[in-house]
């Protein structure tokens, strides 16, 4: 997928002075009526029209928010001043405070404005700056961040109940809605609280870090925080926190190391023992999982999250993109901060009747218990569109054992029959399979090329292939400006529709953006779903996420399936497709004990597993043009 910014600056840039367009004289534009004192929980989240006067557009409810149960959407207008009602004393504060913002559509140019302005405590007017919106992602909320002055954090850390807060928007003159939803502090430390800081010297291959059972982040070995001391403090809670270090190896040489301090005092230093760490190569997988307890009594309490779905079938619970291992309805103990909480549902009658779909919601914890019930969320749709182009080769001339190389009378012959099979089969997989399996994330649009006729592909070797004499005589690189993986479809019968002499049994992927089907991998039939195509496709999403993401794929990857307890026709699914729907998912847990060179019994684990797979591939796109 292909995703582009444009950057443009507006004429109209004035801080707080607008570009003028005409208002809806239909809705009330200005709301002068006088504001009683209001909850900041109201407030803050946009639960009420009446808690925000806009100035210069229409103004109305939405149900499509970020968090609460409430937004405010804003039309007609681009330029536009919202002011909240008074405040009383706000909690929680810290040195960032940030929106969510949606656009209707990617503006060429505009800008985002707050003001803040606190009298009885000598804050008048302060403008906090502009964020730059030009390119903002249409159609998703986004957060506008900004920062506040150190005598602005102070005073509103105090008391009073006179604070106001002032957005300003500037942009192209709209008719439909921008929406505004979850004003709140993120990030830094809250005055009085204890500072916690982290310094990872070295993830080789990689570190997974977790605070309290939940995945906060993994490290890997060209990381540019490696040896940085970083402020982590909004991970832990108040009390004793159980920080888990996970140490994952790929196959080389093996180092790490991890340092914390609470308030300038260490409190912790693992460091990879020489048994493991010493410069020779250790097995792949999990070599090495500790627990170390971090005591944080000046943190802010962990609250409770209860995620629910109205749902015949239990839900699986991801936290900012990470399976939990949790189904609904749960409960999660979590500090306060922001959070993106996510639910997959969906049902299954194998082999072929899948049904998908995940919502999200965007959650600020404070300091009281939050309640999310996904299903008043909307499915996300799809978010990634992956374009595949079918390359047929004609002819194909094979290896023959009697010569030792690629034989001219052993020439396999593309019919439009074939071209035709391969079509319909991976559109049924994508419609089938891959749509419901990655929880309606994603999907293929696939094309067929104009065959190759006239240059065909070679085989000096039994099963190899010489695709790069094929390349450099038919260059295909142009292709990829258009399709994001492309298929060559290599012929294995006749003319006459017997099979050629020494038949391959390769289907393979490269670079992150070939793959390689012969005919031999399509004799389902017209409009089956091919769980091969599905395999060398999703070795592509795999090479994204280790090559690109630098995310960790398990034990053997995509061939790791008896590692992790799942075989040919498990749970009565058609060949490995229960491992594919899990892989696709983010849910195929890896636990210490499990080995390269050893299959699992059966597939489960603790929730508090590490989980792996292709879910941030999908859900946040394969953008390889």
């Known amino acids: 997928m292909r995703h582009s910014r444009f950057m443009m600056t507006t004429s109209c840039a004035l801080v707080l002075a607008a570009c003028a367009h005409g208002a809806d004289t239909e809705e009330q534009i200005v709301d002068e009526a006088a504001q009683a004192l ?65 656009a209707p559509v990617s503006p060429a140019f505009g800008n985002a404005q707050l003001v803040v302005n606190i009298p009885s405590r000598g804050v008048h007017t302060v403008w906090l700056g502009q964020v730059n919106l030009a390119g903002l992602p249409a159609g998703t909320f986004s957060p506008i961040s900004f920062n506040l002055p150190a005598n602005v954090v102070q005073a509103l850390s105090q008391t009073y109940s006179d604070l106001t807060f002032k957005i300003v928007l500037n942009v192209p003159y709209t008719t439909t809605d921008y929406v505004i939803d979850n004003l709140r502090f993120v990030g830094g430390t809250q005055a009085g609280h204890s500072k916690v800081e982290l310094r990872v010297s070295s993830a ?16 890997h070995s060209a990381d540019p925080s490696i040896g940085q001391r970083i402020d982590v403090s909004d991970w832990f809670g108040s009390g004793d926190n159980d920080l888990r270090i996970q140490a994952l190896s790929t196959g080389g040489p093996m180092n790490y190391g991890v340092e914390v301090w609470v308030d300038n005092q260490l409190v912790a230093n693992a460091a990879c023992p020489a048994t493991l760490c010493n410069g020779q190569k250790v097995r792949q ?31 699986k619970v991801y936290v ?44 600020t914890v404070g300091a009281s218990p939050v309640n999310v019930d996904i299903t008043t969320s909307s499915p996300l749709g799809i978010q990634e569109d992956t374009r595949i182009g079918i390359l047929p080769i004609r002819r194909s001339i094979n ?11 052993n020439e396999g012959v593309l019919s439009e029959g074939d071209i035709e099979n391969l079509l319909t089969q991976a559109r049924a997989t994508s419609d089938r399979w891959v749509e419901p399996l990655s929880y309606g994330l994603a999907r293929w649009t696939v094309d067929v090329l104009p065959p190759v006729e006239d240059v065909p592909i070679y085989e000096p070797g039994h099963d190899g292939w010489d695709t790069g004499r094929f390349r450099s005589e038919y260059p295909t690189e142009h292709l990829l400006s258009d399709y994001d993986m492309i298929v060559l479809f290599i012929p294995q019968h006749r003319a006459d529709r017997s099979l050629v002499h020494d038949v391959t049994n390769l289907s393979w992927a490269w670079e992150d953006r070939y793959l390689a089907i012969p005919t031999t991998y399509t004799g389902d039939g017209n409009g089956v779903p091919n769980a ?21 794929n398990g034990i053997h990857g995509l061939h790791g399936s008896s590692n992790h307890g799942y075989h040919d026709g498990s749970n009565g699914e058609h060949n490995f497709v229960y491992f594919y729907r899990h892989f696709l998912r983010g849910q195929v847990a890896e636990l210490e004990a499990m080995h390269p060179d050893h299959g699992w019994p059966t597939v489960g684990a603790p929730p508090e597993s590490l989980y792996l797979g292709v879910f941030p591939v999908l859900r946040h796109g394969f953008n390889v043009r």
Do not use: C
Request: hydrophobic share 35%.
């Open 320 to 363: 900012n993109d990470v399976y939990t291992g949790l189904s609904t309805p749960t409960t999660l103990s979590l500090p306060p901060g922001s959070y993106t909480i996510g639910v997959g549902l969906g049902t299954e009658s194998p082999p072929y009747d899948y049904t998908g779909s995940y919502r999200e919601q965007s959650v």
């Open 285 to 315: 997988g999990i070599v090495a999982d500790l627990n170390v307890d971090v005591s944080t009594p000046n943190r802010p309490a962990l609250q409770p999250v209860t995620v629910t779905a109205a749902s015949a079938q239990p839900g």
């Open 399 to 409: 290896y023959s054992a009697s010569l030792g190389g690629a034989d001219p009378s």
């Open 38 to 102: 209001a909850t900041p929980a109201s407030v803050l989240g946009f639960e009420s029209t009446a808690d925000w006067t806009a100035s210069g557009a229409v103004k109305s409810a939405s149900l499509d928010h970020s968090q609460g149960s409430s937004a405010l959407a804003v039309r007609n207008f681009s330029f536009v001043e919202l002011q909240s009602a008074p405040l009383t004393t706000v909690s929680g504060v810290t040195s960032t405070i940030a929106f969510d913002l949606k």
């Open 204 to 219: 080789n291959d990689r570190l997974v870090l977790w605070v309290n059972g939940l995945q906060r982040r993994m490290f």
């Open 532 to 552: 091969v195509l599905l395999h060398e496709v999703m070795h592509n999403y795999e090479g994204y996420n280790r090559n690109t993401l630098r995310s960790y």
